[in-house]
């Protein structure tokens, strides 16, 4: 079993709509968790970053985690055509920069 | 915020010759940076963890004399791919952590490799 398991799409949704990207895992040390975006030829790009349980909201961005399922979401509210790109979930057990795990990234395409 | 800086970002080399990819800090110093491989629809895999003046950490089944880390400031981190063969064409990340306690990593735009 992989630590960290992620669908890897390809999941196409019409401009406008909500995104639900999902990821889960097994190891309990796990205790920061990351969402990255990376378009195409490039390096993955920050975009959410939480610490333990709980929900934290960044404009269109939301990420949720649930430790007791080992489970971690980000939704998208207003999904634009600039979103198309891969998300990365990214988690580490103590200290954010201790080895992260990456899950293998969902494609995402939104449609005009 | 952080920023990371790669180069080259592109670049294509005859089997049996080195490659030499810097990754450096811009805005902040880095102790410690980060080189992962990324396969076309594959997750990142860390390959090394590169610390300011001292030897490189390889992560198992990573040849350290083929991929040559030195990290010789507080700014600039080198990955040397030695006697590149066509296996070793890949997409090259390196990242660093940002400032503070506890902070997530800041990638580079990556390197793509290709060895003909």
């Known amino acids: 079993q992989k630590e960290v398991e992620q669908d890897p799409g390809p999941l196409s949704v019409p401009e406008g709509a909500i995104v639900s990207l999902n990821c889960t895992y097994s190891?309990?040390?796990?205790?920061?968790f990351m969402w990255y975006r990376q378009y195409s030829r490039k390096g993955p790009e920050l975009l959410m970053y939480t610490y333990s349980s709980g929900n934290k909201e960044d404009g269109r961005f939301t990420a949720q985690v649930d430790k007791s399922s080992k489970y971690i979401s980000l939704f998208i509210r207003d999904s634009q055509p600039s979103d198309s790109a891969t998300y990365l979930c990214?988690?580490?057990?103590?200290?954010?920069?201790?080895?992260?795990?990456f899950g293998t990234g969902t494609l995402l395409a939104v449609q005009p | 915020g952080a920023v990371v800086s790669q180069h080259p970002s592109r670049v294509i080399c005859k089997s049996g010759t080195s490659v030499k990819i810097e990754c450096r800090s811009l805005d902040f110093q880095a102790t410690t940076m980060f080189w992962y491989r990324q396969f076309p629809k594959k997750s990142l895999m860390l390959m090394a963890t590169s610390n300011e003046g001292s030897k490189a950490t390889y992560e198992q089944g990573v040849e350290k004399d083929k991929f040559l880390i030195n990290h010789a400031s507080l700014t600039l981190s080198t990955l040397t791919v030695t006697s590149a063969h066509p296996e070793d064409s890949s997409f090259y990340i390196c990242?660093?952590?940002?400032?503070?306690?506890?902070?997530?990593?800041?990638f580079g735009n990556g390197t793509r490799l290709t060895v003909t």
């Open positions: 990214a988690m580490s057990g103590g200290g954010a920069t201790n080895k992260l795990i």
């Open positions: 190891n309990s040390a796990f205790q920061y």
């Open positions: 990242s660093a952590p940002g400032q503070g306690a506890y902070s997530p990593l800041h």
